[in-house]
């Protein structure tokens, strides 16, 4: 059974530890791995050629703020189904870049699930314009 209060992690990602780990990766490679021992979290992402590195450290520092977002998705369609938390709880995997937009790849915890939540960029302004499971 799984405890209540670990059931959506909120707040999992420091601004500055993101920003802090992005400086160090290499930035060459097709595929670009964001890690944190401290925090336990690792990313993939890939596109990266697609934006300029200012649009994607704008998107890096509010990173925390769109897993939040998806985080409460989550807790949401969770307390309105009739199945365990299991099935809805989900960790953010990899990153994709095109021009002007990012989708952010969760999987399930627990379950085999896949979930994403497209970000758009606009006028400056990073906008989360959709999550849903797939």
Do not use: H, P
């Not at 500055?16 to 780990?21: A, G, P, Q, S, Y």
């Not at 021009?99 to 915890?109: A, E, F, L, P, V």
Request: proline share 0%; aromatic share 14%.
């Amino acid at each position: 059974m799984i405890k209540r209060n670990l059931l959506f992690n909120f707040n999992r990602f420091s601004e500055n530890e993101v920003l802090i780990e992005w400086e160090k990766a290499v930035k060459s490679e097709d595929v670009i791995v964001l890690e944190s021992i401290n925090s336990d979290w690792s990313i993939e992402i890939d596109g990266i050629q697609s934006i300029s590195q200012q649009e994607f450290e704008s998107f890096l520092s509010k990173i925390d703020v769109f897993d939040n977002e998806v985080q409460l998705y989550c807790k949401e369609i969770y307390e309105k189904s009739s199945f365990g938390a299991e099935n809805y709880i989900v960790t953010l995997q990899w990153i994709s870049v095109l021009k002007n937009s990012i989708t952010m790849g969760y999987w399930g915890d627990y379950v085999n699930v896949e979930l994403r939540s497209n970000i758009k960029y606009e006028n400056g302004i990073w906008k989360q314009i959709g999550i849903c499971y797939q």
